[in-house]
T-cell receptor, first 111, second 114 residues
Framework: GQNIDQPTEMTATEGAIVQINCTYQTSGFNGLFWYQQHAGEAPTFLSYNVLDGLEEKGRFSSFLSRSKGYSYLLLKELQMKDSASYLCAVRDAGNNRKLIWGLGTSLAVNP | DAGVTQSPTHLIKTRGQQVTLRCSPKSGHDTVSWYQQALGQGPQFIFQYYEEEERQRGNFPDRFSGHQFPNYSSELNVNALLLGDSALYLC?????????????FGSGTQLSVL
């Protein structure tokens, strides 16, 4: 079957670093996406990983291990505006390349 | 450069009614995907349109149908509305039907079924 697991909620302090994990089980794999969604707004693209390793983009980095079915999103120098839901999505190559979405991790950044 | 636009932003319907939601993709994009997002859930894929044809479909009943026009805009139709259809309906556009396409989402239509 297909399954994406992420923690439901996380809290962190402004200026700190937080790691949001995502594990997946799909019949195939053709890339993993991270999206950010502020309350009441549309998701916005953060990162895409298809090969193992770390992709760095400013304060945000995303890591992928295909053999472990595991990814994480790393947010550095947290700001209050980073309070949002972070969605992990996997493109399932074995399922007509559909995007399978996790339920999202709600991150609260406290002062 | 206009992003993805959706209309209406909010809609209230009663059970059994029909609804049509509209989406205009980002300039330069030709593929439109529709998602249903219930409160506190991740987006659930409904279907994708490319070249005016439904290319992929998620696990939604036939009450959910769609259309793509020559200008790449799209409509989502839901017939015989149920209370459980209450959700945020998101439209996402991308260029081409092949991955890895980065999705650009519209702000969504909040549908309430009473």
């Amino acid at each position: 079957g297909q399954n994406i697991d992420q923690p439901t909620e996380m809290t962190a302090t402004e200026g700190a670093i937080v790691q949001i994990n995502c594990t997946y089980q799909t019949s195939g794999f053709n890339g993993l996406f991270w999206y950010q969604q502020h309350a009441g707004e549309a998701p916005t693209f953060l990162s895409y990983n298809v090969l193992d390793g770390l992709e760095e983009k400013g304060r945000f980095s995303s890591f992928l291990s295909r053999s472990k079915g595991y990814s994480y999103l790393l947010l550095k120098e947290l700001q209050m505006k980073d309070s949002a839901s972070y969605l992990c999505a996997v493109r399932d190559a074995g399922n007509n390349r559909k995007l399978i979405w996790g339920l999202g991790t709600s991150l609260a950044v406290n002062p | 450069d206009a992003g993805v636009t959706q209309s209406p932003t909010h809609l209230i319907k009663t059970r059994g009614q029909q609804v049509t939601l509209r989406c205009s993709p980002k300039s330069g994009h030709d593929t439109v995907s529709w998602y249903q997002q219930a409160l506190g859930q991740g987006p659930q894929f409904i279907f994708q349109y490319y070249e005016e044809e439904e290319r992929q479909r998620g696990n939604f009943p036939d009450r959910f149908s769609g259309h793509q026009f020559p200008n790449y805009s799209s409509e989502l139709n839901v017939n015989a509305l149920l209370l459980g259809d209450s959700a945020l309906y998101l439209c996402a556009s991308s260029r081409g039907a092949e991955p890895p396409e980065k999705l650009f989402f519209g702000s969504g239509t909040q549908l309430s079924v009473l």
